[in-house]
């Protein structure tokens, strides 16, 4: 069973338009998100995070929402940028102290066209 | 500075070898993890390491083998591979075991076994 789900294998984008990235989650235990984006062959970057208490955290060109009631979170990317272009996974954690299991997405790829 | 260093980059190795793969941080994160990705795949949870001391083992056979000789250093020591554990070996820390503390990884060693 999929816990956290990105129903978007890839995405096309133009250059300096925005890019939408979302994610979906089924367990209500976690607490806390993040996005990490990724090169191929590289280990994934971490970019943003946010945790179940707020519904918004922005950072740079980079901004994610969270709604808990409909349990899904989304990135938004303004504007997108050639360099953006990579694969984007969105990630989870439970609540709590010893709470390792960090849960990814299978991914988004993003194609920002120049 | 939130750099996770992983070596070898690459490496190939038969299935009767015993090799090593190593993980450094020196952000002083207390926690590290062993995270395996194959191709077009997120990363999946192998080991956990909280305080140097082994938390979680999430099923992986016995020819990987985790060792954590100080805080600092994370190693995973291979024996007897299987061509199906040919993948990228992803490392990653963070700065204790919550759910607010983000993981940061390492570049990755791409492993191919013959």
């Given at each position: 069973d999929q816990q956290v789900k990105q129903n978007s294998p890839s995405l096309s984008v133009q250059e300096g338009r925005i890019s939408i990235l979302n994610c979906d989650y089924t367990?209500?235990?976690?607490d806390y998100f993040l996005w990490y984006k990724k090169y191929p062959a590289e280990g994934p970057t971490f970019l943003i995070s946010i945790s179940s208490i707020k519904d918004k955290n922005e950072d740079g060109r980079f901004t994610v929402f969270l709604n808990k009631s409909a349990k899904h979170l989304s990135l938004h990317i303004v504007?997108?940028?050639?360099?953006?272009?990579a694969v984007y996974f969105c990630a989870a954690r439970p609540g709590g102290?010893?709470?390792y299991q960090l849960t990814f997405g299978k991914g988004t790829k993003l194609s920002v066209i120049p | 500075d939130t750099e996770v260093t992983q070596t070898p980059k690459h490496l190939v190795m038969g299935m009767t070898n015993k090799k090593s793969l190593k993980c450094e941080q020196h952000?002083?994160?207390r926690a590290m993890y062993w995270y395996k990705q194959k191709a077009k795949k997120p990363p999946e949870l192998m080991f956990v390491y909280s305080y140097e001391k082994l938390?979680?083992?999430?099923?992986?056979?016995?020819r990987f083998s985790p060792e954590c000789p100080n805080s600092s250093l994370l190693n995973l020591h291979l024996h007897?591979?299987?061509?199906?554990?040919?993948a990228l070996y992803l490392c990653a820390s963070s700065?204790?075991?919550?759910?607010q503390h983000t993981q940061y990884f390492g570049p990755g060693t791409r492993l191919t076994v013959l």
């Open positions: 367990n209500s235990m976690f504007p997108s940028q050639p360099g953006d272009s102290s010893g709470s | 952000m002083g994160h938390s979680i083992n999430e099923s992986v056979p016995s007897a591979l299987q061509p199906e554990d040919s700065q204790g075991a919550s759910s």
